[in-house]
């Protein structure tokens, strides 16, 4: 059974930064899309960013320049730096995991394996 566990996630003031991270068992770690999505309440999920086995990353907009996703293979681990956060950044975060290629990876459906979520609160 593939499991994902998020943690990281608090509450900072805008320009401040967080590191999530996510821990993934259960799969062959390297063969996948780990990927990181944001919701807020009454809102679709939106992907923020994804990362391929062979290291290509592909960012929102809304994050390019400010966020970098990143993994480490031997601990299992993706991780989410977040820099020059924003108040519109405020969301639960979660951690999605899927195995094959796709051409859309930042897209919801795409994905079938998610963690719990971690909640970041941005102030202004």
């Known amino acids: 059974q593939v499991q994902l566990v998020e943690s990281g996630g608090g509450s900072v003031q805008a320009g401040g930064s967080l590191k999530l991270s996510c821990v993934a068992s259960g799969y062959t770690y390297s063969s996948a899309y780990l990927a990181w999505f944001r919701q807020t309440p009454g809102k679709a999920r939106e992907g923020v960013a994804a990362i391929y086995s062979a290291g290509t990353t592909y960012y929102a907009d809304s994050v390019k320049g400010r966020f970098t996703i990143s993994k480490d293979n031997a601990k299992n681990t993706v991780y989410l730096q977040m820099n020059n956060l924003k108040p519109e950044d405020t969301a639960m975060y979660y951690c999605?995991?899927?195995?094959?290629?796709?051409?859309?990876?930042?897209?919801?459906?795409?994905?079938?394996?998610w963690g719990q979520g971690t909640q970041v609160t941005v102030s202004s």
């Open positions: 999605a995991a899927r195995p094959l290629y796709t051409t859309r990876p930042l897209a919801e459906s795409v994905y079938n394996t």
